[in-house]
């Protein structure tokens, strides 16, 4: 078969920065190990597949890594919705674990509505031996999700985790977080699936409340300062987690399979 499929880095202010993402639009679904293979030969972060919908949704969409299906994922989310709006000034996704996630375009911007994750302060020796440094507070959310804060923006920066042991922590992500000198607030994600990811939006979902609190603004500017490194803005609407970013198309064409 021959299927639309797009390479897109998003929160990307150029070619080869952000987080790189497929698109495929398919006929019908798949059964899932037909995607995860589909996925594994694209080996992107993540590869987002959708399938027009009736009703409220414009799509249903789906997300996989080289390694298996991804609950959620901001950056291929937003991928599809910069591959699919169109000549629209919106379109929405029907999600397994989100309910419906919508991408609406702001000028050269493109806008994508996430719940928010609240995490509560914790106490989290075994993160901070493998993620390193000294933060000044660590907090935790029991789906796997925890912030360290540090001081400074140089020390998350300098951060050099134990990747390895992270591996065995099971299914976990840590935001290590710091006020920002060129933004608002700098970031940098490390996984146990993946080492540190380029730019992650559920991870924004879960900083857009924190900081939010500790600015006393609904509103600010993040940089997550990974190799490749990406820009969002961030806004807290109530329960969801409004992030902003550009999108830049790499590859274009046909997925033969």
């Known amino acids: 078969m021959s299927l639309p499929f797009w390479h897109i880095d998003a929160f990307a202010d150029g070619p080869f920065t952000g987080n790189p993402a497929g698109v495929i639009l398919l006929d019908e679904w798949r059964d899932g190990n037909a995607l995860k293979t589909i996925a594994r030969e694209i080996n992107l972060p993540a590869t987002a597949f959708?399938?027009?919908?009736?009703?409220?949704?414009?799509?249903?969409?789906?997300?996989?890594?080289?390694?298996?299906?991804?609950?959620?994922?901001?950056?291929?989310?937003?991928?599809?919705?910069?591959?699919?709006?169109?000549?629209?000034?919106?379109?929405?996704?029907?999600?397994?674990?989100?309910?419906?996630?919508?991408?609406?375009?702001?000028?050269?911007?493109?806008?994508?509505?996430?719940?928010?994750?609240?995490?509560?302060?914790?106490?989290?020796?075994?993160?901070?031996?493998?993620?390193?440094?000294?933060?000044?507070?660590?907090?935790?959310?029991?789906?796997?999700?925890?912030?360290?804060?540090?001081?400074?923006?140089?020390?998350?920066r300098a951060l050099k985790p134990d990747f390895a042991a992270l591996a065995r922590m099971g299914d976990v992500q840590f935001s290590a977080t710091a006020p920002g000198t060129e933004t608002d607030i700098v970031s940098r994600v490390f996984t146990s699936r993946g080492g540190e990811d380029a730019v992650t939006g559920s991870a924004h979902s879960l900083l857009t409340p924190y900081w939010a609190a500790q600015l006393g603004r609904t509103s600010f500017t993040a940089f997550q300062a990974s190799p490749r490194g990406g820009f969002l803005g961030c806004r807290l609407d109530g329960d969801r987690a409004m992030l902003s970013g550009r999108c830049v198309t790499v590859v274009e064409g046909r997925f033969l399979a």
């Not at 910069?82 to 029907?94: E, H, M, R, S, W």
């Not at 999600?95 to 419906?100: D, F, I, N, V």
């Not at 029991?142 to 020390?155: F, M, N, Q, V």
Request: charged letters at 20%; a negative charge; glycine letters at 14%.
């Open 50 to 156: 959708a399938v027009a919908a009736d009703g409220e949704a414009d799509f249903a969409i789906r997300w996989f890594s080289p390694r298996g299906e991804i609950g959620l994922c901001g950056h291929g989310t937003l991928a599809a919705g910069y591959a699919l709006i169109g000549d629209g000034d919106a379109v929405t996704f029907a999600t397994h674990t989100a309910g419906l996630v919508r991408v609406t375009r702001d000028g050269e911007m493109l806008g994508l509505s996430l719940p928010t994750i609240r995490a509560e302060p914790e106490y989290l020796p075994d993160a901070v031996e493998v993620i390193g440094g000294s933060p000044i507070e660590t907090l935790w959310h029991e789906r796997g999700y925890g912030i360290l804060r540090y001081e400074e923006a140089a020390e998350v």
